[in-house]
DNA sequence: ATGATTGCAAAGGCTTTGCAAGGCG
DNA sequence: CGCCTTGCAAAGCCTTTGCAATCAT
């Protein structure tokens, strides 16, 4: 899914979103958008179990829902997936405008956004490598000091 | 574990990694053995699949024991474990005196391996963002041009 | 009304654990 | 010989699948 620049302002991620899904013929139902609402409307990345809970007070659902719908978004390119070396697979909602890196703390899986203008040459070494396609969103792993002993 | 420089020589790897189990009361098994040949030797990462294949077809063993050697090996630092985004961790054999990223193709997995001296201020940034020590390994994901339609 | 979506139960796939047998030093 | 290591079987966990009931348009 290609996203119009104007979409992205923070307050129209929802509606972008929704509009996405009627584009792709799926349906607007209570939990596509509670779950929608609530990515949009936090700082992730979540883990299904994080998405489930928050949905879960709000509507009675099932877990196996939750995975679903979340491999629709991911596939439509809304939600973002990353993996922080635990085993889980966590999720965020995904703003073309706000593409960013994660510093991740190994230990408490603390996550900072990075800039991705942190790392201009990125771009250039993969094309180096004969790679047509970067994305500007990976993980870089520490100990935040906390954790550091 | 900190691992003296002169020990990392390509061809010495092998035996600072056995010294390292030795100095951590760990035996000298066949299957360590074969294991971390075949890390020393070649090119990774590799899943424990990958590695189980390649020992087994020298000496009948069991997944389980490679599970447990391999989690062995990062406890020691001696093997590092990457997450390429299907579900399946990788390793590769560690060496501090040649830190590397990969660059991933989310789709056939192919990895290329980058030098950390491309991305000079990846350390500056985690300080300022309070991490103590930050790993100079990480993934960059992207499409190689095969997979790239 | 009708095709998409959800819940529930069961199956899958990778990984870990328990315990007895075997191996290294 | 004594403790570490391995094999085997079973259990654990997260995730996916099948199918009938329910819902959105």
Same mark, same amino acid.
């Given at each position: 899914?290609?996203?119009?620049?104007?979409?992205?302002q923070p %307050?129209?991620?929802?509606?972008?979103?929704? /509009?996405?899904? !009627?584009e792709?013929?799926? %349906?607007?139902?209570?939990? /596509?958008k509670?779950i929608l609402?609530?990515l949009?409307?936090?700082h992730?990345p979540?883990?299904?179990?994080?998405?489930y809970?928050n949905?879960?007070?709000?509507k009675?659902?099932?877990l196996?829902?939750?995975?679903?719908?979340i491999?629709?978004?991911?596939?439509?390119g809304?939600? !973002? /997936?990353?993996?922080?070396?635990?085993?889980?697979?966590?999720?965020?909602?995904?703003?073309?405008?706000?593409?960013?890196?994660?510093?991740?703390? /190994?230990s408490?899986?603390?996550?900072?956004?990075?800039e991705?203008s942190?790392?201009?040459?990125?771009?250039?070494?993969?094309? %180096?490598?004969?790679? %047509?396609?970067?994305y500007?969103?990976?993980?870089?792993?520490?100990l935040?000091?906390?954790c550091?002993?």
């Amino acid at each position: 899914v290609e996203k119009d620049k104007e979409a992205c302002q923070p %307050k129209d991620n929802l509606n972008f979103a929704l /509009r996405i899904l !009627r584009e792709h013929n799926l %349906k607007i139902t209570v939990l /596509r958008k509670l779950i929608l609402t609530f990515l949009t409307s936090s700082h992730g990345p979540f883990t299904i179990e994080n998405i489930y809970e928050n949905t879960h007070k709000i509507k009675a659902c099932n877990l196996t829902t939750i995975y679903r719908i979340i491999a629709q978004l991911e596939e439509l390119g809304l939600v !973002r /997936r990353s993996e922080l070396g635990d085993g889980l697979s966590r999720y965020e909602y995904q703003c073309v405008d706000h593409p960013h890196h994660h510093l991740v703390c /190994r230990s408490c899986k603390k996550v900072v956004p990075i800039e991705t203008s942190v790392f201009p040459d990125v771009e250039k070494v993969a094309k %180096k490598q004969g790679f %047509k396609k970067v994305y500007p969103y990976f993980e870089i792993f520490g100990l935040c000091r906390s954790c550091f002993d």
